[in-house]
């Protein structure tokens, strides 16, 4: 079945260390994104990339940073920059662009969760 | 400011009720997309509707029915008939064409939806 998976589920980090976030989708999806969840709040966008070798800044990219070196993949490293690293992470991917209107559902894997020591 | 905003944190509904889950929405663009998903406990955000600015029917999938009242800016998600298994979380969202935030979707913090049996 096609879908996204997202890798590890849990993650437990020490301050100061970089970690990487998976993300793999075999839906044949143009664009894919990151998205970042605190408690009581919606998401919040880190990153996104249309293409392949081309990704762009979300609103909060600070302490973030991502490839695309593959159209199925789209890996995210919190870095040890990021202050507040704990929260729950989201990839998502949709087969348009990021920029046509219509119902361009994004389709989202199941999250990994990040906790800083 | 906020783009989306959900006024009810948390709902409660007895089960086969029906229930309305509110969204505001605040835009400049004339075309826009709305979007509802649902997230159960396990994390992954589930699509549920969408709707266009330019549709002139409220979209409905299933139980799930968009009560979209452009001029008012709001779009609240109706859920009919409701089930044990509609316990979970929903955000309203919205893609602007011409927005700040690029195409991508902005998320209103979520209203968490009790199904009593």
């Known amino acids: 079945d096609g879908g996204i998976t997202q890798s590890p589920k849990y993650l437990f980090r020490k301050e100061g260390q970089n970690v990487t976030l998976s993300c793999e989708q075999n839906?044949?999806?143009?664009?894919m994104y990151w998205y970042r969840q605190d408690p009581g709040q919606g998401l919040r966008l880190i990153y996104y990339?249309?293409?392949?070798?081309?990704?762009q800044k979300g609103d909060i990219a600070e302490g973030y940073s991502v490839s695309r070196e593959k159209k199925e993949s789209f890996p995210l490293t919190v870095t040890s920059a990021q202050k507040n690293p704990t929260a729950f992470y989201l990839c998502?991917?949709?087969?348009?662009?990021?920029?046509?209107?219509?119902?361009?559902?994004?389709?989202f894997g199941a999250g990994s969760r990040l906790t800083v020591l | 400011a906020q783009k989306i905003t959900q006024t009810q944190p948390g709902m409660f509904v007895q089960e086969k009720e029906a229930v309305t889950l509110d969204c505001t929405y605040d835009?400049?663009?004339?075309?826009?997309?709305l979007f509802w998903y649902k997230q159960p406990s396990s994390g992954e955000m589930i699509f549920l509707i969408y709707?266009?600015?330019?549709?002139?029917q409220n979209a409905t999938e299933g139980r799930y029915s968009l009560n979209f009242q452009k001029a008012r800016k709001s779009a609240n998600l109706v859920i009919s008939a409701s089930q044990l298994g509609d316990s979970a979380m929903y955000f309203c969202?919205?893609?602007?064409?011409?927005?700040?935030?690029?195409?991508?979707?902005?998320f209103g913090k979520g209203t968490k939806l009790s199904v009593k049996p």
């Open positions: 839906l044949n999806h143009d664009a």
């Open positions: 835009t400049s663009d004339q075309s826009y997309g």
């Open positions: 969202a919205m893609r602007e064409r011409y927005g700040g935030s690029q195409g991508n979707l902005i």
């Open positions: 998502a991917s949709s087969g348009g662009q990021v920029v046509f209107l219509g119902a361009n559902v994004l389709t």
């Open positions: 709707q266009g600015s330019y549709d002139e």
């Open positions: 990339s249309q293409i392949v070798n081309d990704f």
